[in-house]
């Protein structure tokens, strides 16, 4: 079936616009994970979406962002007065909660690029 | 708050040849999950091997199999017989119940043909 899709998969933007990034998980899955990957680095935890309970935005890393996410569907990630630092590969994982050893599928990831 | 701690940046290794990359984490629980992903350049980030800590017998995947020792809080990757399609980034991971998944640094893995 089809796997976890992101989009776009390449976005370029100017320091101080707002971007908004989308994910499409695997249908069924419950569990939504954002992860940022500067450049030759490891994942950084950004948010997680588990059902119905609250969202654990502990990895946010600042007010500038913020994600949302529509019951299992998609989910998008906004960040609000884009910086340099900004830039960076945003991966979107989703997982079946029906185990919690069950894996994350991951998307491609949208590269982003503030200048 | 759980950490997970890959000590070697990068790794090289002859084709053919056996490698190990390390991984120790830290927690307080006795129950969790343990996962090695790999990510080529492509940026797909793929699941190699998964361990639970309830289970004493270490994962085996093919080619891939772990070392887990659970007092030591260690969790490394053998790659036997290396092949050129093994390069990639290696990142450990920790999880446990329905909790955020934790991953390392990595190692960048590099196959010398």
């Known amino acids: 079936g089809a796997g976890v899709s992101q989009s776009p998969s390449n976005k370029v933007t100017e320091k101080g616009k707002d971007v908004e990034l989308r994910c499409d998980p695997i249908s069924g899955h419950t569990a939504l994970y954002w992860y940022r990957q500067r450049l030759g680095q490891g994942l950084e935890f950004l948010i997680y979406?588990?059902?119905?309970?609250?969202?654990?935005k502990s990895g946010l890393p600042s007010d500038r962002f913020s994600a949302e996410r529509t019951g299992e569907s998609v989910s998008t990630l906004t960040i609000q007065r884009t910086q340099q630092e900004d830039s960076a590969v945003y991966l979107c994982a989703s997982s079946s909660s029906a185990s919690y050893n069950s894996p994350l599928h991951f998307g491609n990831g949208t590269r982003l690029t503030v200048t | 708050a759980q950490t997970v701690t890959q000590s070697q940046p990068e790794m090289s290794v002859q084709e053919a040849e056996t490698v190990t990359l390390s991984c120790t984490y830290d927690?307080?629980?006795?129950?969790?999950?343990l996962f090695w992903y790999k990510q080529p350049p492509s940026r797909q980030m793929i699941l190699v091997i998964r361990?639970?800590?309830?289970?004493?017998q270490n994962a085996t995947e093919n080619r891939f199999s772990v070392n887990f020792q659970k007092a030591a809080k260690s969790f490394s990757l053998k790659i036997s017989d290396s092949q050129l399609g093994d390069a990639a980034m290696y990142f450990c991971a920790y999880r446990r119940g329905n909790e955020k998944l934790t991953f390392g640094t990595g190692t960048r893995l590099t196959i010398i043909p």
């Open positions: 927690t307080s629980e006795s129950d969790y999950y």
């Open positions: 979406f588990q059902g119905n309970s609250a969202p654990d």
């Open positions: 361990q639970e800590a309830y289970k004493q």
